[in-house]
C-alpha cells in the first residue's frame, strides 16, 4: 500500500499560536510527524511525506529502521491538489492511504486496522469532522479538505457509487489542532514517543482545577 502523509512545513499549527511561538509549533508539528512515520513503518508501510517545503529525514531523529523506510517529497500546492495528485486514477494503480501528520496518538495497531480495510474509501474521521486519514483504491474518489471534510467525503464515495467505510477509533480521530488538543497528548501519548517529550520539555503539564483537566505551563526559568 502507498502510503502519503502530507506536512506543512512552513508555519504549522497555526491554531496553536496562542500557546506556542512559531519555533515551538514547529518543533512540535516536527516531532507528531516523526511519531507518524515511526507508526506506519511499524505498521508495515513505507510512507511518502507530501511536504510544503524541503525536509531532510535526518533531521527528524528517527531510528535507523524508520529512516530508510521513509522518503520525501516536495509539492507547495494546496493540500487537496498535493493529496489529489497522488490518488489512484485507474484500477491497476496501487491503493493509497493517506495519513494527516499530526495524529498524535496513532498506533501501528491501529493504523494496521485501518490499512487492512478493503472498502473502496475508507475514513478515519477527526472529530471535529475533518479527515484524519482515509484510504482509497477507487480511481475516480477525490479528496476535498477543510471544513466538515469527512461529510463532504462521503458525499463523494456515494456519488461514486464506491464502497464506503468509516473507521470508529479514538486515536486516529485525535488530531492536534486546538490548545485543548494537548491535553490528549499529554494523557494518552505514549511516554516513549515525541510529541508528549516535546511538550513536557516546553514545560506543559496536566492541570486540574474545579474537576476539570486541562494543560499548564511553567515559565522558561522555571523549567529544568
Ligand atoms: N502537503 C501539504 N500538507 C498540508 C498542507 N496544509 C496542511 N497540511 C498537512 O495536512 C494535515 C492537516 O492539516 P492541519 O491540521 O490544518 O495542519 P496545519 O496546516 O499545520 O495547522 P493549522 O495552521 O492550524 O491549520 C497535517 O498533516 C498538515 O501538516 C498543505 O498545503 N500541503
Ligand atoms: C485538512 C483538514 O484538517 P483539520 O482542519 O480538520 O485538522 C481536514 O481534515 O479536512
Known sequence: MHVVVPFAAIDPKTRLASVLSSAERSTLARAML????TAVVEAGAEPTVVSTAPLDPATLSLEAPVRDAVSVTVDDRPLTEAVNARLPASRDDETTAVVMSDLALATPDTLAALFAHDAAVTIAPGRSGGTNA?????????????????????????????SLETVDSFRLSTDIDEPTDLVEVLIHGDEADRAPACL?????????????????????????
Do not use: K, Q
Not at 34 to 37: E, G, H, I, K, T
Not at 138 to 158: K, M, Q, W
Open 200 to 224: 513536557r520539555g516546553l514545560g506543559f503539564d496536566l492541570e486540574t482545577r474545579d474537576g476539570r483537566v486541562g494543560v499548564s505551563r511553567l515559565e522558561e526559568t522555571t523549567r529544568e
Open 34 to 37: 516523526a511519531d507518524v512515520l
Open 134 to 162: 482515509l484510504v482509497v483504491s477507487h480511481p475516480e474518489f477525490r479528496v476535498d479538505y477543510h471544513g466538515t471534510s469527512y461529510l463532504d467525503h462521503c458525499e463523494i464515495a456515494r456519488d461514486i457509487d464506491a
